[in-house]
């Protein structure tokens, strides 16, 4: 029996029911136009790929360095590495296994290990060498020191034995970059930064690594030693750079970048502290230079050619918060868009002084980061800018997740903000004019295309965000605008007319309410309550083997929940959180639980996961508008969207593969700003019903 638990009861007429019987549906009534302010996607019927588990379990990543230490470590631009957007998990890359772990929230532990070990890495267990001498490198003092990373230290060392050079391999001054073997990097073996340096040495704009190996307790790196950092010179110059100085900048790093992406890598933390000039008062002390590849990772794959799969894990973050794309804050795996992404920070940042998200300070700094990064259009952010800023920086968040950056147009974009007396210039741009050599040639196959749609832009938008499932003719019926005096007649008469509830949701505080003849179920109880979520009624029915199979909460926290008999489930567990809990579900998803249902009241998620839910593997798409390239690109992977739950802020989809392997459902989804009634109508004409709904942030 519905249990109906609503405190305050008003009666008002409503405009609730509608129902279809597809067969029934008029012809003239077919195709009823929609409003202006819909937005459709559909997937018409691809076969499904067959399972593939490392969708569902992390996947090996290239990267690695143990990096969790970050979060509990920030320094003065909050770099931090494992929270994520999504919720206050850390992450930790197990070089082992060559996978991202995740560790629990177990913060005091962790910082106390952390500390232990810095105390190990510079205490009197092992002192640091006096002297280096690496294979067949000349020996080197360790003089002072240069700097000093979450990972290494970084020292002078000054030629004793060996060598006449003055550069290069023999040189008299030499980085040497020090991790010790019980360092968080080291775990396993030398640190991830070698492998990375074993493949990109002599890269244009990198420095180069002379020699590497073990010495005693300390893995070292010698290399070219190179001047200060752009920060630096911006610190030192009153913190703000020359719009000549900057464009030089950007077309140099741009070329830099363009010449590591070409050997199929990402950088992964594009920032200012990572570019130094060369050594002052050397030939290349206006030359610039990208140093730390610790974060750096294929986006093409070694054996194939191919680009990584795009995937997204919305707790797994790397990089430096400040400079972070929006991509990585959601973390969604890594490519040549974010270096570019950050580097329109860097730029914006050398040459402004300041970006309008710092100074955002607590456990979920990075949300906070990311929401005024997604809030912040480019207009806004390079109001005092010359054009040029604006342009790399709307041409780079438009980019789509595996296209190749336009290095030449955007080196162009600074053309004339750059001193055409070479030697008058502040930094070096040969890279930049080795692209400009190509661009004469290439410039006759530019801007041939269509004007590109902005993916980023477009102003933020509360709407309904409907789901539809291609599916065998049936009966279904919608209510909205239900307020809680009214659900149980409306429950009520759906049971009569043999109608179980498949879907809920809420907007402004009354329920939607979709009710079809196909939902398999045998019998239904629901509750409205006061409460996000109710244990004790959940648990009580969970005793008498009903499962949870919709819920739904309203913004002034009450909850509908419905559970049901007829559904597969054989175990069910849910979770209410103030961010979204990707950790948890992840957690579950390796226990054998899958989502089956989604909701939020105000901005606190509730999650329910079900075991024996049909589905052969499950990922998820969150962010602060509506995802559409990761919706296709799973869409296209063979997986469809089963849940989805929005708050004011972010918009999160639950995509599922069915175990049913032939199974080829053809999916749309709509955004409206009303209730999608003449829609809907017009879907199930086609024979398209609802499968899930929720209302929320989406972008008009
Ligand atoms: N080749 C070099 N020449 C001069 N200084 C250098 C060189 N390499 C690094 N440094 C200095 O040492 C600092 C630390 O180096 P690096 O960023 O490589 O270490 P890390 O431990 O990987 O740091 P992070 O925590 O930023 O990842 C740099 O910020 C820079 O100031």
New binding site residues.
């Given amino acids: 029996m519905p249990d109906l638990r609503s405190g305050v009861r008003r009666s008002k007429r409503i405009n609730d029911i509608q129902e279809n019987a597809a067969a029934l549906v008029p012809a003239t009534r077919r195709g009823a136009g929609r409003g202006d302010d819909s937005k459709a996607q559909a997937i018409k019927s691809p076969s499904p790929k067959p399972y593939n588990p490392a969708f569902f379990y992390p996947r090996p990543r290239p990267a690695g360095r143990g990096r969790g230490a970050?979060a509990m470590n920030q320094?003065k631009n909050g770099?931090l590495f494992g929270t994520g957007v999504g919720g206050r998990g850390r992450v930790g890359l197990d070089l082992a296994a060559r996978e991202v772990v995740t560790i629990p929230d177990e913060v005091v532990a962790e910082k106390g290990a952390e500390k232990l070990a810095a105390v190990e890495e510079e205490g009197s267990a092992s002192p640091l060498p006096e002297k280096v001498q690496i294979s067949n490198s000349p020996m080197y003092k360790l003089d002072r020191k240069?700097?000093?990373?979450?990972?290494?230290q970084?020292y002078v060392g000054r030629r004793v034995t060996g060598g006449t050079g003055r550069t290069g391999p023999d040189a008299f001054e030499v980085?040497l970059?020090l991790?010790h073997r019980n360092g968080k990097g080291c775990s396993y073996g030398p640190p991830y930064?070698w492998q990375v340096y074993s493949t990109l040495n002599g890269c244009y704009g990198l420095?180069l690594v002379h020699y590497k190996g073990r010495q005693g307790d300390y893995y070292i790196l010698v290399?070219?030693?190179?001047?200060p950092?752009l920060w630096d010179v911006w610190n030192s110059n009153s913190q703000m750079l020359s719009e000549e100085m900057v464009s030089c900048i950007a077309v140099e790093a741009i070329s830099i970048l363009e010449q590591l992406h070409l050997r199929g890598f990402v950088h992964g933390?594009v920032k200012p502290?990572?570019f130094?000039l060369g050594l002052p008062g050397s030939p290349n002390e206006k030359k610039l230079y990208l140093?730390?590849l610790?974060?750096a990772s294929r986006w093409r794959e070694a054996s194939s050619g191919h680009h990584v799969d795009y995937d997204q894990k919305p707790d797994v973050f790397r990089g430096t918060v400040r400079y972070a794309s929006v991509h990585a804050h959601l973390g969604r795996t890594g490519s040549r868009r974010d270096d570019l992404e950050s580097l329109a920070y860097t730029l914006i940042f050398l040459l402004r002084g300041k970006l309008p998200w710092q100074g955002f300070i607590g456990e979920n700094k990075g949300f906070l980061v990311c929401k005024k990064k997604m809030a912040t259009s480019p207009e806004m952010l390079c109001c005092l800018c010359p054009p040029p800023f604006q342009q790399f920086l709307e041409m780079v968040t438009n980019m789509r997740f595996d296209e190749e950056p336009n290095y030449i147009k955007l080196i162009s974009l600074f053309d004339n903000s750059i001193g055409s007396i070479a030697s008058l210039r502040p930094i070096r741009i040969d890279g930049a004019l080795k692209v400009g050599q190509k661009r004469a040639r290439l410039s006759e196959q530019e801007d041939g295309g269509q004007p590109k749609k902005k993916v980023r832009l477009g102003s933020p938008a509360m709407q309904w965000i409907s789901v539809y499932n291609s599916r065998a003719s049936m009966k279904q019926r919608y209510h909205y605008n239900v307020m809680d005096s009214r659900l149980h007649q409306h429950v009520e008469k759906g049971r009569e007319d043999g109608l179980y509830i498949s879907c809920v949701a809420s907007s402004t505080n009354l329920w939607a309410i979709i009710m079809d003849a196909g939902t398999g179920f045998t019998s239904q109880v629901y509750e409205l309550s006061t409460i996000f979520l109710h244990k004790e009624w959940i648990m009580e029915q969970w005793d008498k083997n009903f499962y949870i199979t919709s819920v739904a909460g309203a913004s002034n926290g009450n909850a509908l929940v419905v559970m049901s008999k007829g559904t597969p489930y054989n175990q069910q567990s849910y979770k209410v959180s103030d961010v979204f809990p990707f950790k948890w579900i992840n957690k579950k998803w390796k226990e054998g639980f899958f989502v089956t249902s989604m909701t939020t009241a105000g901005s606190r998620w509730g999650i329910v996961m079900s075991r024996n839910a049909g589905f052969s593997n499950q990922v998820v798409e969150l962010d602060f508008l509506y995802p559409s390239e990761g919706i296709h690109r799973r869409w296209e992977s063979g997986y469809r969207i089963t849940s989805t739950a929005a708050t004011a802020d972010q918009a999160a989809f639950i995509l599922s593969t069915s175990k049913r392997r032939t199974q080829d459902v053809t999916q749309e989804t709509l955004r409206t700003s009303a209730f999608p009634c003449t829609h809907v109508k017009d879907k199930w004409s086609k024979n398209l019903y609802i499968a899930s709904i929720c209302y929320g942030r989406t972008v008009s």
Avoid: Y
């Fill in positions: 970050r320094d770099k240069l700097g000093k990373g979450g990972f290494g970084v980085a970059k991790e930064e420095p290399m070219d030693m190179l001047g950092s933390d502290e990572n130094l140093i730390d610790g974060l």
